[in-house]
C-alpha cells in the first residue's frame, strides 16, 4: 500500500473508534399493556400480530436493539428512526389517541405499507418485518372498520 493509503486508511479507523464514543439514547419507556392497541384491538388480532412482527421496532415502547444497532453509524441511524418512528405512530399508546386520530392513523399506516413506505430500508436489515399482501390488507381492513368517532 502507499502511504498515503495507509494513512487515509488509520484515519478512516481512527474516526470510526472515535464514533463509537458517540451513543445515541436507545430506550424503551415503561408502557401500560392496557393502552397499547395490543389490548385495545378486540377483533382485529391479525392487525395485533402484523404490529407485533413488523412495526414493533420503530412504532412502539418496545423496540428490539439488536447488537448492530450498538455500533456507530447504524447506531445514530436506528435511534432516529425509532424517535421519529414513535412520533408518527406508538402502538404502545394506541388510547392517547382519539378515536378519529386512530382512524387517520390506520389509514396512513394503510397508505404507507401499500406504497412500500413501511417497513421500507428497515426489512433490509430484519427481513422478517416485511409486508405480505395479506399484511397490507389486514391493514387496510382495520383502517376501513375503525368504529366512527364517539362509538369506542
Given at each position: 500500500m502507499s502511504r498515503r493509503l495507509n494513512r487515509a486508511v488509520v484515519v478512516f479507523v481512527?474516526?470510526?473508534a472515535a464514533a463509537q464514543?458517540?451513543?445515541p439514547n436507545r430506550t424503551n419507556p415503561s408502557?401500560?399493556?392496557n393502552h397499547s392497541i395490543?389490548?385495545?384491538a378486540g377483533a382485529a388480532r391479525g392487525l395485533v400480530a402484523v404490529v407485533d412482527r413488523s412495526c414493533r421496532d420503530c412504532h412502539t415502547n418496545a423496540t428490539v436493539w439488536p447488537w448492530y444497532t450498538q455500533v456507530a453509524p447504524v447506531s445514530w441511524v436506528m435511534a432516529s428512526a425509532?424517535?421519529?418512528?414513535?412520533e408518527a405512530i406508538n402502538f404502545s399508546e394506541w388510547t392517547a389517541y382519539t378515536p378519529e386520530q386512530q382512524r387517520k392513523l390506520l389509514t396512513e399506516s394503510?397508505?404507507?405499507a401499500s406504497t412500500g413506505k413501511m417497513p421500507g430500508a428497515?426489512?433490509?436489515l430484519r427481513p422478517e418485518t416485511?409486508?405480505?399482501t395479506g399484511d397490507i390488507a389486514t391493514i387496510c381492513a382495520a383502517a376501513r372498520t375503525m368504529e366512527p368517532a364517539g362509538s369506542q
Open positions: 481512527a474516526v470510526l464514543l458517540v451513543r408502557t401500560d399493556p395490543q389490548a385495545r425509532v424517535t421519529k418512528g414513535r394503510c397508505r404507507d428497515y426489512a433490509l416485511r409486508l405480505s
